[in-house]
């Protein structure tokens, strides 16, 4: 147990030496608050462990993570079992997140791909249709970032070939943007409230 650790310490120190890393997750926070403050949605998706990871996110997003503000749009394509097993069934669960992308996207949307692998097949089509639609795709990897590492936008690749650390970091990722996403956005708010307070003080 104390191995794994010390393999979990030595992760996260060669992430916070990665400088071109931190810029990377900086500009997915910058794109995430960007969306939202357009009127934009957020877009979740990935398998496995993934798949709860797209959902804690989304969650992050819809409820709150430490601020009291106002709700964001974030969807996990994960959780509908209906969409998810009639679309599998009767076409390919290759195109079981481009699908969705089709029917809930739009241009200036942000997509999020989860994989620690970077070679879902279901995520390069959804990464393909997301572009096609003129939305932002983000991928959160690992294992040397495979084949969505050069497919997406913005490539988030942790530097190691082992699942479970991977799925620590992305996790730590969410976390981090989710802060700063929510700092921007109750911010936001405040500015708005302002404004609207001076427009209804007597001339």
């Known amino acids: 147990m104390e191995r794994y650790f010390k393999e979990s310490m030595g992760l996260l120190q060669a992430v916070l030496d990665d400088r071109n890393l931190l810029a990377a997750l900086e500009r997915c926070a ?8 357009r009127g934009n949605k957020l877009l979740i998706a990935g398998n496995g462990g993934s798949a709860a990871d797209a959902q804690h996110f989304a969650a992050e997003m819809v409820g709150m993570y430490k601020l009291d503000r106002k ?4 969807l996990a394509l994960t959780v509908d079992s209906s969409v998810l097993t009639a679309w599998s069934n009767d076409k390919s669960f290759d195109t079981v997140f481009a699908r969705q992308l089709e029917a809930h996207g739009k241009a200036g949307d942000v997509f999020v791909g989860i994989s620690t692998s970077g070679n879902s097949r279901n995520l390069v089509e959804a990464v393909a249709q997301a572009r096609a639609m003129g939305i932002t795709t983000i991928c959160f990897l690992g294992k040397g970032g495979g084949v969505l590492k050069d497919a997406c936008d913005v490539a988030l690749v942790v530097p190691s070939g082992d699942t479970p650390h991977i799925q620590e970091v992305h996790e730590m990722f969410f976390h981090s943007i989710c802060e700063e996403v929510e700092r921007k956005s109750a911010a936001s708010e405040t500015a708005q409230a302002a404004v609207g307070a001076a427009e209804r003080q007597p001339a």
Do not use: G, T, Y
């Open 71 to 74: 709700a964001l749009p974030a």
């Open 30 to 37: 910058a794109d995430i608050a960007d969306c939202f403050a």
